[in-house]
Protein backbone atom coordinates (compact mmCIF):
# COMPACT_ATOMS: atom_id res chain seq x y z
CA UNK A 1 0.00 0.00 0.00
CA UNK A 2 1.00 3.38 -0.49
CA UNK A 3 2.13 6.06 2.48
CA UNK A 4 0.47 9.33 1.19
CA UNK A 5 -3.02 7.39 1.68
CA UNK A 6 -4.54 9.15 4.89
CA UNK A 7 -0.87 9.35 6.46
CA UNK A 8 -1.18 5.51 6.48
CA UNK A 9 3.02 4.06 6.55
CA UNK A 10 4.05 2.25 3.84
CA UNK A 11 2.08 -1.16 1.87
CA UNK A 12 2.47 -1.92 0.12
CA UNK A 13 16.20 -17.80 9.69
CA UNK A 14 13.45 -19.56 11.44
CA UNK A 15 11.28 -22.10 9.85
CA UNK A 16 9.03 -22.23 12.85
CA UNK A 17 6.54 -19.42 13.74
CA UNK A 18 7.95 -17.03 16.62
CA UNK A 19 5.87 -16.00 19.04
CA UNK A 20 7.85 -12.99 20.29
CA UNK A 21 8.96 -10.57 17.46
CA UNK A 22 12.07 -8.49 17.98
CA UNK A 23 11.57 -4.92 18.06
CA UNK A 24 12.38 -2.54 15.09
CA UNK A 25 16.03 -0.73 15.69
CA UNK A 26 17.19 -3.60 17.56
CA UNK A 27 21.20 -2.59 17.63
CA UNK A 28 23.50 -4.15 14.42
CA UNK A 29 26.47 -6.34 15.48
CA UNK A 30 29.83 -4.73 15.28
CA UNK A 31 31.11 -3.91 12.30
CA UNK A 32 34.25 -5.97 11.85
CA UNK A 33 32.00 -8.92 12.25
CA UNK A 34 29.24 -7.63 10.23
CA UNK A 35 31.90 -7.27 7.27
CA UNK A 36 33.73 -9.81 8.15
CA UNK A 37 30.83 -12.56 7.69
CA UNK A 38 29.05 -10.22 4.85
CA UNK A 39 31.23 -9.38 1.90
CA UNK A 40 33.39 -12.26 0.13
CA UNK A 41 30.20 -14.43 -1.16
CA UNK A 42 31.42 -16.48 -4.41
CA UNK A 43 28.14 -15.61 -6.01
CA UNK A 44 28.11 -11.90 -5.18
CA UNK A 45 25.84 -9.85 -7.55
CA UNK A 46 25.68 -12.77 -10.03
CA UNK A 47 22.94 -12.74 -12.41
CA UNK A 48 20.81 -15.15 -14.19
CA UNK A 49 22.68 -15.81 -17.60
CA UNK A 50 26.20 -15.67 -15.96
CA UNK A 51 24.93 -18.36 -13.55
CA UNK A 52 23.62 -20.17 -16.05
CA UNK A 53 26.46 -20.41 -18.07
CA UNK A 54 28.17 -21.70 -15.46
CA UNK A 55 26.07 -24.57 -15.36
CA UNK A 56 26.11 -25.41 -19.00
CA UNK A 57 29.73 -25.64 -18.81
CA UNK A 58 29.39 -27.65 -15.82
CA UNK A 59 31.43 -25.01 -13.54
CA UNK A 60 28.31 -25.12 -11.01
CA UNK A 61 25.53 -27.19 -10.11
CA UNK A 62 22.02 -25.83 -8.63
CA UNK A 63 22.82 -27.66 -5.79
CA UNK A 64 25.84 -25.69 -5.28
CA UNK A 65 23.87 -22.87 -5.64
CA UNK A 66 21.36 -23.12 -3.60
CA UNK A 67 23.24 -24.48 -0.89
CA UNK A 68 25.72 -21.23 -1.06
CA UNK A 69 22.72 -19.26 -0.56
CA UNK A 70 21.19 -21.52 2.22
CA UNK A 71 24.62 -20.98 4.38
CA UNK A 72 24.87 -17.57 3.14
CA UNK A 73 21.00 -17.10 4.49
CA UNK A 74 22.37 -18.70 7.87
CA UNK A 75 26.02 -16.38 8.00
CA UNK A 76 24.41 -13.21 7.57
CA UNK A 77 20.65 -13.54 7.47
CA UNK A 78 20.12 -14.80 11.18
CA UNK A 79 23.58 -14.30 12.16
CA UNK A 80 26.44 -11.65 11.76
CA UNK A 81 24.45 -8.39 10.46
CA UNK A 82 20.96 -10.03 11.30
CA UNK A 83 19.07 -8.86 8.22
CA UNK A 84 15.85 -10.85 9.27
CA UNK A 85 14.74 -11.12 5.71
CA UNK A 86 13.81 -14.82 5.11
CA UNK A 87 10.89 -15.91 7.31
CA UNK A 88 10.98 -19.56 6.26
CA UNK A 89 12.90 -21.82 4.10
CA UNK A 90 11.30 -24.39 1.75
CA UNK A 91 12.39 -27.75 2.80
CA UNK A 92 12.31 -29.56 -0.12
CA UNK A 93 14.65 -26.79 -2.12
CA UNK A 94 17.92 -29.42 -1.94
CA UNK A 95 15.56 -32.25 -3.69
CA UNK A 96 14.30 -29.57 -6.17
CA UNK A 97 17.82 -28.65 -7.82
CA UNK A 98 18.85 -32.33 -7.38
CA UNK A 99 16.14 -32.74 -9.47
CA UNK A 100 17.09 -29.73 -11.86
CA UNK A 101 20.55 -30.61 -12.39
CA UNK A 102 19.30 -34.00 -13.06
CA UNK A 103 17.10 -33.10 -16.00
CA UNK A 104 20.25 -30.74 -16.94
CA UNK A 105 21.99 -33.96 -17.19
CA UNK A 106 19.99 -35.42 -19.25
CA UNK A 107 20.17 -32.75 -21.53
CA UNK A 108 16.94 -30.79 -20.50
CA UNK A 109 16.61 -27.28 -19.63
CA UNK A 110 13.42 -25.85 -19.66
CA UNK A 111 14.03 -22.19 -19.01
CA UNK A 112 16.73 -19.59 -18.53
CA UNK A 113 15.58 -19.99 -15.18
CA UNK A 114 16.44 -23.74 -14.42
CA UNK A 115 18.14 -24.26 -12.13
CA UNK A 116 17.84 -20.59 -10.55
CA UNK A 117 17.01 -20.28 -6.52
CA UNK A 118 14.46 -17.66 -6.52
CA UNK A 119 12.59 -15.91 -3.38
CA UNK A 120 8.91 -15.41 -3.01
CA UNK A 121 7.04 -12.75 -0.71
CA UNK A 122 4.93 -14.63 2.01
CA UNK A 123 1.75 -13.60 0.76
CA UNK A 124 1.88 -15.92 -2.09
CA UNK A 125 0.87 -19.21 -1.99
CA UNK A 126 3.80 -21.92 -2.31
CA UNK A 127 3.91 -25.54 -0.87
CA UNK A 128 4.75 -27.13 1.54
CA UNK A 129 5.75 -23.94 2.97
CA UNK A 130 3.50 -21.24 5.76
CA UNK A 131 1.28 -18.50 3.82
CA UNK A 132 0.61 -15.91 6.59
CA UNK A 133 0.72 -12.54 5.49
CA UNK A 134 3.00 -12.36 8.22
CA UNK A 135 0.89 -12.63 10.91
CA UNK A 136 0.95 -15.10 13.57
CA UNK A 137 -3.32 -15.61 12.82
CA UNK A 138 -2.12 -17.86 9.86
CA UNK A 139 1.23 -19.27 11.09
CA UNK A 140 -0.93 -22.56 10.64
CA UNK A 141 -1.66 -21.84 7.08
CA UNK A 142 -0.66 -24.41 5.01
CA UNK A 143 -1.55 -24.06 1.12
CA UNK A 144 -2.71 -27.07 -0.07
CA UNK A 145 -1.49 -26.00 -3.81
CA UNK A 146 1.46 -23.33 -5.19
CA UNK A 147 -0.34 -19.95 -6.19
CA UNK A 148 -0.38 -19.62 -10.22
CA UNK A 149 3.02 -17.52 -10.55
CA UNK A 150 4.50 -20.02 -8.03
CA UNK A 151 3.07 -22.90 -10.55
CA UNK A 152 4.88 -20.89 -13.35
CA UNK A 153 8.09 -20.80 -11.76
CA UNK A 154 8.17 -24.15 -10.74
CA UNK A 155 7.49 -25.21 -14.26
CA UNK A 156 10.44 -22.99 -15.86
CA UNK A 157 12.83 -24.94 -13.44
CA UNK A 158 13.28 -22.40 -10.61
CA UNK A 159 13.93 -23.66 -7.64
CA UNK A 160 11.80 -22.06 -4.78
CA UNK A 161 14.13 -21.13 -2.12
CA UNK A 162 12.27 -19.83 0.80
CA UNK A 163 9.47 -17.07 1.59
CA UNK A 164 10.76 -13.58 2.56
CA UNK A 165 9.15 -10.89 5.78
CA UNK A 166 6.99 -8.59 4.87
CA UNK A 167 5.42 -5.21 6.15
CA UNK A 168 2.34 -7.32 7.81
CA UNK A 169 -0.50 -7.69 5.83
CA UNK A 170 0.87 -6.12 2.92
CA UNK A 171 0.76 -2.67 5.29
CA UNK A 172 -2.71 -2.43 5.29
CA UNK A 173 -3.37 -2.71 8.69
CA UNK A 174 -2.79 0.62 10.23
CA UNK A 175 -2.14 4.20 9.41
CA UNK A 176 0.87 4.30 12.24
CA UNK A 177 3.16 1.20 11.34
CA UNK A 178 6.82 0.45 10.63
CA UNK A 179 7.68 -0.83 7.36
CA UNK A 180 9.11 -4.20 7.58
CA UNK A 181 7.90 -5.81 10.75
CA UNK A 182 5.76 -8.40 11.43
CA UNK A 183 4.57 -10.33 13.89
CA UNK A 184 5.36 -13.66 12.72
CA UNK A 185 8.72 -12.41 11.25
CA UNK A 186 9.59 -9.52 13.13
CA UNK A 187 11.84 -6.44 11.87
CA UNK A 188 13.47 -6.78 8.55
CA UNK A 189 16.32 -4.90 8.14
CA UNK A 190 18.02 -2.21 5.37
CA UNK A 191 20.88 -3.96 4.38
CA UNK A 192 23.02 -0.51 3.25
CA UNK A 193 22.33 0.81 6.47
CA UNK A 194 21.16 -1.42 9.72
CA UNK A 195 18.84 1.35 11.79
CA UNK A 196 17.64 2.51 8.14
CA UNK A 197 14.07 0.82 6.87
CA UNK A 198 13.80 -1.11 4.33
CA UNK A 199 10.33 0.04 2.98
CA UNK A 200 7.69 -2.12 2.33
CA UNK A 201 5.58 -4.03 2.20
CA UNK A 202 7.89 -6.31 0.10
CA UNK A 203 10.54 -5.61 2.42
CA UNK A 204 12.35 -9.15 2.80
CA UNK A 205 12.54 -9.41 -0.54
CA UNK A 206 13.98 -5.98 -1.47
CA UNK A 207 16.68 -6.92 1.53
CA UNK A 208 17.30 -10.15 0.60
CA UNK A 209 17.76 -9.57 -2.82
CA UNK A 210 20.21 -7.07 -2.48
CA UNK A 211 22.04 -9.06 0.23
CA UNK A 212 22.74 -11.81 -2.19
CA UNK A 213 20.13 -14.31 -0.23
CA UNK A 214 18.63 -15.67 -3.84
CA UNK A 215 19.54 -14.63 -7.11
CA UNK A 216 15.92 -12.94 -7.78
CA UNK A 217 12.90 -12.47 -6.02
CA UNK A 218 9.35 -11.43 -6.73
CA UNK A 219 7.12 -8.90 -4.61
CA UNK A 220 3.55 -8.12 -4.72
CA UNK A 221 2.46 -4.25 -4.74
CA UNK A 222 -1.31 -2.47 -4.15
CA UNK A 223 0.36 0.91 -4.35
CA UNK A 224 4.11 1.01 -3.90
CA UNK A 225 5.48 -2.08 -2.28
CA UNK A 226 7.67 -3.15 -4.85
CA UNK A 227 8.81 -0.10 -6.23
CA UNK A 228 9.65 1.47 -2.51
CA UNK A 229 11.83 -1.35 -1.22
CA UNK A 230 13.45 -1.97 -4.83
CA UNK A 231 14.48 1.80 -4.08
CA UNK A 232 16.03 1.44 -1.09
CA UNK A 233 17.90 -1.75 -1.53
CA UNK A 234 19.18 -0.18 -4.98
CA UNK A 235 16.96 -2.93 -6.91
CA UNK A 236 15.74 -3.32 -10.07
CA UNK A 237 11.30 -3.35 -9.16
CA UNK A 238 9.02 -3.77 -11.86
CA UNK A 239 5.32 -3.51 -10.99
CA UNK A 240 3.26 -4.91 -13.99
CA UNK A 241 0.06 -3.96 -15.38
CA UNK A 242 -2.35 -5.53 -13.32
CA UNK A 243 -3.97 -8.10 -15.46
CA UNK A 244 -0.46 -9.43 -16.74
CA UNK A 245 0.69 -11.43 -13.69
CA UNK A 246 -2.08 -13.46 -12.16
CA UNK A 247 -3.15 -13.29 -8.44
CA UNK A 248 -4.71 -16.55 -7.88
CA UNK A 249 -2.93 -18.31 -4.56
CA UNK A 250 -1.46 -14.25 -3.46
CA UNK A 251 -3.63 -12.95 0.07
CA UNK A 252 -4.94 -9.55 -1.18
CA UNK A 253 -5.37 -6.06 -0.98
CA UNK A 254 -7.13 -4.89 -3.96
CA UNK A 255 -8.30 -7.01 -6.57
CA UNK A 256 -8.24 -3.48 -9.14
CA UNK A 257 -4.09 -2.49 -7.94
CA UNK A 258 -2.53 -5.93 -6.28
CA UNK A 259 0.19 -7.58 -8.90
CA UNK A 260 3.11 -9.74 -8.05
CA UNK A 261 6.18 -8.68 -9.79
CA UNK A 262 10.11 -9.16 -10.14
CA UNK A 263 12.52 -7.47 -7.62
CA UNK A 264 16.15 -8.08 -8.97
CA UNK A 265 19.48 -6.24 -9.30
CA UNK A 266 19.53 -5.85 -12.86
CA UNK A 267 16.80 -5.20 -15.53
CA UNK A 268 17.59 -7.74 -17.57
CA UNK A 269 16.93 -10.42 -14.60
CA UNK A 270 13.67 -8.92 -14.30
CA UNK A 271 12.58 -9.02 -17.68
CA UNK A 272 13.55 -12.98 -17.34
CA UNK A 273 11.46 -13.22 -14.44
CA UNK A 274 8.37 -11.14 -15.99
CA UNK A 275 8.20 -13.75 -18.94
CA UNK A 276 8.60 -16.62 -15.97
CA UNK A 277 5.57 -15.58 -14.09
CA UNK A 278 3.28 -13.40 -17.00
CA UNK A 279 0.30 -14.90 -18.56
CA UNK A 280 -3.24 -15.82 -18.73
CA UNK A 281 -5.26 -17.73 -15.49
CA UNK A 282 -8.78 -19.06 -15.46
CA UNK A 283 -8.11 -18.45 -11.94
CA UNK A 284 -7.70 -14.74 -12.21
CA UNK A 285 -10.03 -13.35 -14.82
CA UNK A 286 -8.16 -9.99 -15.06
CA UNK A 287 -5.47 -11.96 -16.63
CA UNK A 288 -8.02 -12.20 -20.22
CA UNK A 289 -7.53 -8.92 -20.66
CA UNK A 290 -4.05 -9.53 -21.44
CA UNK A 291 -4.84 -12.00 -24.37
CA UNK A 292 -3.53 -9.49 -27.28
CA UNK A 293 -2.31 -6.94 -26.00
CA UNK A 294 0.69 -8.49 -24.27
CA UNK A 295 4.10 -9.08 -25.27
CA UNK A 296 5.97 -11.73 -23.67
CA UNK A 297 8.89 -11.66 -25.08
CA UNK A 298 10.94 -9.54 -22.45
CA UNK A 299 14.44 -10.65 -22.41
CA UNK A 300 14.09 -9.13 -26.70
CA UNK A 301 13.71 -5.67 -25.35
CA UNK A 302 17.02 -5.06 -23.81
CA UNK A 303 18.36 -2.41 -25.68
CA UNK A 304 21.61 -0.71 -25.06
CA UNK A 305 20.26 1.90 -27.24
CA UNK A 306 16.99 1.52 -25.75
CA UNK A 307 16.65 5.74 -24.93
CA UNK A 308 17.63 6.83 -28.39
CA UNK A 309 14.64 8.84 -29.54
CA UNK A 310 12.73 8.34 -27.14
CA UNK A 311 10.39 11.54 -25.53
CA UNK A 312 10.53 11.42 -21.82
CA UNK A 313 7.99 13.39 -19.40
CA UNK A 314 9.37 14.70 -16.07
CA UNK A 315 7.01 14.74 -12.99
CA UNK A 316 8.85 18.06 -11.46
CA UNK A 317 5.79 18.15 -8.94
CA UNK A 318 7.04 14.63 -7.62
CA UNK A 319 10.25 16.26 -6.87
CA UNK A 320 11.22 18.90 -4.58
CA UNK A 321 11.17 16.75 -0.80
CA UNK A 322 15.01 15.85 -0.96
CA UNK A 323 17.90 17.79 -2.10
CA UNK A 324 19.99 14.65 -2.53
CA UNK A 325 17.13 12.89 -4.68
CA UNK A 326 16.73 16.16 -6.78
CA UNK A 327 20.29 16.40 -7.82
CA UNK A 328 20.08 12.88 -8.64
CA UNK A 329 17.37 13.48 -10.73
CA UNK A 330 18.82 16.15 -12.55
CA UNK A 331 22.06 13.49 -13.31
CA UNK A 332 19.85 11.12 -14.67
CA UNK A 333 17.74 13.62 -16.99
CA UNK A 334 21.23 14.64 -18.38
CA UNK A 335 22.74 11.40 -18.79
CA UNK A 336 19.25 10.58 -20.81
CA UNK A 337 19.46 13.61 -22.78
CA UNK A 338 23.24 12.45 -23.89
CA UNK A 339 21.99 9.01 -25.16
CA UNK A 340 19.50 11.01 -27.33
CA UNK A 341 15.95 11.49 -26.02
CA UNK A 342 14.10 14.02 -25.54
CA UNK A 343 13.42 14.75 -21.84
CA UNK A 344 10.24 17.76 -20.96
CA UNK A 345 8.83 18.64 -18.33
CA UNK A 346 5.19 17.32 -17.95
CA UNK A 347 2.69 17.47 -15.37
CA UNK A 348 -0.22 15.03 -14.48
CA UNK A 349 -3.01 17.52 -13.83
CA UNK A 350 -4.84 15.38 -11.76
CA UNK A 351 -2.11 14.27 -9.68
CA UNK A 352 -3.48 13.58 -5.54
CA UNK A 353 -7.55 13.91 -6.42
CA UNK A 354 -7.27 9.63 -6.43
CA UNK A 355 -6.17 9.83 -3.02
CA UNK A 356 -9.67 9.64 -1.31
CA UNK A 357 -11.43 7.68 -3.75
CA UNK A 358 -8.69 5.11 -3.74
CA UNK A 359 -8.70 4.55 0.12
CA UNK A 360 -12.23 3.79 0.05
CA UNK A 361 -11.90 1.18 -2.99
CA UNK A 362 -8.90 -0.24 -0.72
CA UNK A 363 -11.30 -0.76 1.93
CA UNK A 364 -13.75 -2.00 0.74
CA UNK A 365 -11.57 -4.62 -1.73
CA UNK A 366 -9.32 -6.02 1.17
CA UNK A 367 -12.71 -7.11 2.96
CA UNK A 368 -14.20 -8.84 -0.31
CA UNK A 369 -11.25 -10.26 -1.05
CA UNK A 370 -9.40 -11.62 2.10
CA UNK A 371 -12.55 -13.14 3.39
CA UNK A 372 -12.72 -14.72 -0.13
CA UNK A 373 -9.16 -16.45 0.19
CA UNK A 374 -9.34 -17.30 4.33
CA UNK A 375 -12.34 -19.29 3.00
CA UNK A 376 -11.12 -20.75 0.18
CA UNK A 377 -7.94 -22.20 2.46
CA UNK A 378 -10.03 -23.11 5.38
CA UNK A 379 -7.99 -20.52 7.57
CA UNK A 380 -7.58 -20.46 11.57
CA UNK A 381 -9.92 -16.67 10.84
CA UNK A 382 -12.65 -17.03 8.02
CA UNK A 383 -13.56 -13.25 8.44
CA UNK A 384 -11.95 -10.00 9.17
CA UNK A 385 -13.81 -9.65 11.68
CA UNK A 386 -12.77 -12.80 13.39
CA UNK A 387 -9.17 -11.83 12.45
CA UNK A 388 -9.41 -8.06 14.22
CA UNK A 389 -10.88 -10.04 17.14
CA UNK A 390 -8.05 -12.37 17.13
CA UNK A 391 -5.70 -9.48 16.93
CA UNK A 392 -7.10 -7.75 20.16
CA UNK A 393 -6.90 -11.23 21.95
CA UNK A 394 -3.51 -11.79 21.16
CA UNK A 395 -2.29 -7.55 20.93
CA UNK A 396 1.21 -8.48 22.99
CA UNK A 397 2.60 -10.06 20.13
CA UNK A 398 0.54 -8.67 16.93
CA UNK A 399 0.32 -5.28 18.26
CA UNK A 400 3.02 -4.01 20.47
CA UNK A 401 3.73 -1.00 18.34
CA UNK A 402 0.71 -0.24 16.25
CA UNK A 403 -3.49 -0.84 15.74
CA UNK A 404 -5.23 -2.32 13.04
CA UNK A 405 -7.17 1.20 11.94
CA UNK A 406 -7.63 -0.12 8.60
CA UNK A 407 -8.96 -2.99 9.38
CA UNK A 408 -11.43 -1.51 11.02
CA UNK A 409 -12.39 1.06 8.78
CA UNK A 410 -12.44 -1.96 6.32
CA UNK A 411 -14.75 -4.17 8.99
CA UNK A 412 -17.43 -1.45 8.29
CA UNK A 413 -18.07 -1.57 4.53
CA UNK A 414 -20.41 -2.75 2.96
CA UNK A 415 -20.62 -5.48 -0.35
CA UNK A 416 -18.93 -4.35 -3.44
CA UNK A 417 -22.07 -3.76 -5.25
CA UNK A 418 -22.30 -0.23 -2.84
CA UNK A 419 -22.63 2.45 -5.02
CA UNK A 420 -20.29 4.21 -3.12
CA UNK A 421 -17.94 1.39 -4.10
CA UNK A 422 -18.72 1.25 -7.33
CA UNK A 423 -18.15 5.64 -7.90
CA UNK A 424 -15.02 5.59 -5.92
CA UNK A 425 -13.53 2.69 -8.27
CA UNK A 426 -14.63 4.52 -11.44
CA UNK A 427 -13.22 7.97 -10.47
CA UNK A 428 -9.75 6.34 -8.77
CA UNK A 429 -9.22 4.16 -12.49
CA UNK A 430 -10.27 7.04 -14.27
CA UNK A 431 -8.01 10.51 -12.58
CA UNK A 432 -4.87 8.50 -12.07
CA UNK A 433 -5.51 6.03 -15.82
CA UNK A 434 -7.26 8.02 -18.87
CA UNK A 435 -7.25 11.49 -17.51
CA UNK A 436 -3.89 10.93 -15.55
CA UNK A 437 -1.18 9.02 -17.27
CA UNK A 438 -2.92 8.80 -20.30
CA UNK A 439 -3.77 12.30 -20.83
CA UNK A 440 -0.27 13.34 -20.32
CA UNK A 441 1.46 11.27 -22.38
CA UNK A 442 -0.78 12.14 -25.27
CA UNK A 443 -0.51 15.76 -24.76
CA UNK A 444 3.26 16.06 -25.70
CA UNK A 445 3.38 12.20 -27.35
CA UNK A 446 5.87 11.19 -24.54
CA UNK A 447 6.88 7.11 -24.56
CA UNK A 448 6.96 7.35 -20.72
CA UNK A 449 7.01 9.54 -17.52
CA UNK A 450 9.91 9.39 -14.37
CA UNK A 451 10.43 10.97 -10.70
CA UNK A 452 12.02 9.51 -7.90
CA UNK A 453 10.70 6.34 -6.75
CA UNK A 454 11.54 7.13 -2.95
CA UNK A 455 13.08 9.17 -0.69
CA UNK A 456 16.41 8.27 1.36
CA UNK A 457 15.44 5.13 3.59
CA UNK A 458 14.77 6.78 7.13
CA UNK A 459 15.47 5.19 10.44
CA UNK A 460 13.20 2.47 11.88
CA UNK A 461 11.14 4.24 14.52
CA UNK A 462 8.79 1.46 16.58
CA UNK A 463 7.18 4.74 17.75
CA UNK A 464 6.64 7.17 15.52
CA UNK A 465 6.26 4.65 12.37
CA UNK A 466 7.46 5.15 9.12
CA UNK A 467 8.89 8.98 7.99
CA UNK A 468 7.76 9.33 4.25
CA UNK A 469 8.94 12.42 2.60
CA UNK A 470 8.49 11.60 -0.95
CA UNK A 471 7.92 9.30 -4.25
CA UNK A 472 6.17 10.02 -7.80
CA UNK A 473 5.01 6.14 -8.31
CA UNK A 474 1.55 6.69 -7.20
CA UNK A 475 -0.40 7.29 -10.29
CA UNK A 476 1.15 4.05 -12.31
CA UNK A 477 -0.48 1.71 -8.88
CA UNK A 478 -4.32 3.79 -9.04
CA UNK A 479 -4.40 3.08 -12.81
CA UNK A 480 -2.77 -0.38 -12.84
CA UNK A 481 -0.15 0.51 -14.96
CA UNK A 482 3.36 -0.64 -14.67
CA UNK A 483 6.23 1.06 -13.71
CA UNK A 484 9.81 -0.05 -13.55
CA UNK A 485 12.10 1.67 -10.56
CA UNK A 486 16.18 1.53 -11.66
CA UNK A 487 18.84 2.65 -9.34
CA UNK A 488 19.78 6.41 -10.19
CA UNK A 489 22.67 6.82 -8.01
CA UNK A 490 22.73 7.27 -3.94
CA UNK A 491 22.60 9.65 -0.44
CA UNK A 492 25.25 9.56 1.78
CA UNK A 493 25.32 5.53 0.65
CA UNK A 494 21.64 5.25 0.82
CA UNK A 495 20.77 4.05 -2.86
CA UNK A 496 17.52 6.08 -4.34
CA UNK A 497 15.66 4.93 -7.34
CA UNK A 498 14.00 6.50 -10.82
CA UNK A 499 10.83 5.00 -11.68
CA UNK A 500 9.38 4.73 -15.43
CA UNK A 501 6.18 4.60 -15.86
CA UNK A 502 3.99 4.38 -19.09
CA UNK A 503 0.27 2.92 -20.32
CA UNK A 504 -1.01 0.00 -19.75
CA UNK A 505 0.76 -2.92 -21.31
CA UNK A 506 4.23 -1.07 -21.78
CA UNK A 507 6.25 -3.02 -19.93
CA UNK A 508 8.57 -4.23 -23.09
CA UNK A 509 8.90 -0.17 -23.65
CA UNK A 510 9.85 0.37 -20.07
CA UNK A 511 12.16 -2.14 -20.17
CA UNK A 512 13.82 -0.49 -23.02
CA UNK A 513 14.58 2.84 -21.50
CA UNK A 514 15.13 0.91 -17.89
CA UNK A 515 18.11 -1.15 -19.68
CA UNK A 516 19.47 2.21 -21.59
CA UNK A 517 19.41 3.72 -18.29
CA UNK A 518 20.76 0.84 -16.06
CA UNK A 519 23.63 0.01 -18.51
CA UNK A 520 24.25 3.76 -19.20
CA UNK A 521 25.10 4.77 -15.48
CA UNK A 522 26.02 1.43 -13.55
CA UNK A 523 24.55 3.09 -10.66
CA UNK A 524 24.00 -0.11 -8.62
CA UNK A 525 26.02 -0.59 -5.63
CA UNK A 526 26.29 -3.77 -3.34
CA UNK A 527 25.22 -2.91 0.70
CA UNK A 528 27.96 -2.79 3.05
CA UNK A 529 25.94 -3.62 5.68
CA UNK A 530 26.86 -0.17 7.86
CA UNK A 531 25.42 -0.35 11.34
CA UNK A 532 24.61 2.91 11.34
CA UNK A 533 25.32 6.40 9.09
CA UNK A 534 28.37 8.09 10.29
CA UNK A 535 27.74 11.69 8.95
CA UNK A 536 30.78 14.21 9.14
CA UNK A 537 29.64 17.33 11.09
CA UNK A 538 30.55 20.70 8.51
CA UNK A 539 33.43 22.64 10.07
CA UNK A 540 31.08 25.70 10.65
CA UNK A 541 28.78 23.77 12.94
CA UNK A 542 31.75 22.15 14.80
CA UNK A 543 33.09 25.13 15.90
Not at 104 to 129: E, Q
Not at 365 to 393: C, M
Amino acid sequence: MRHALLAVALITLCACDRTTAPAPGTPAAPESTTSRKANGFAYAEADITGLQSRMARGELSSHQLTQAYLDRIAAIDKAGPMLNSVIELNPDALKDADARDAERKAGRVRSPLHGIPVLLKDNIDATPMVNSAGSLALAANRPKRDAFLVARLREAGAVILGKTNLSEWANFRSTRSTSGWSGRGGQTKNPYVLDRNPCGSSSGTGTAIAADLATVGIGTETDGSIICPASVAGLVGLKPTVGLVSRDGIIPISSSQDTAGPMTRSVADAAVLLAAIAGRDDADAVTSSSVGRAVFDYPMHLKADGLKGARIGVLRKSMGFHPDVDAAMEKAIVAMKAAGATVVDAEIATAGQWDAPELEVLLYEFKAGLERYLASHDAPVRTLAQLIAWNKLHAKEEMPYFAQELFEKAEAKGPLGDPAYLDARSLSRRLAGEQGIDATLQAQQLDALIAPSMSPAWLTDPVLGDHFVGAGYGAAAVAGYPSLSVPMGDSHGTPLGIVFMGPAWSEPRLIELGYAFEQLTKSRKPPQFLPTLELAVPVAQAK
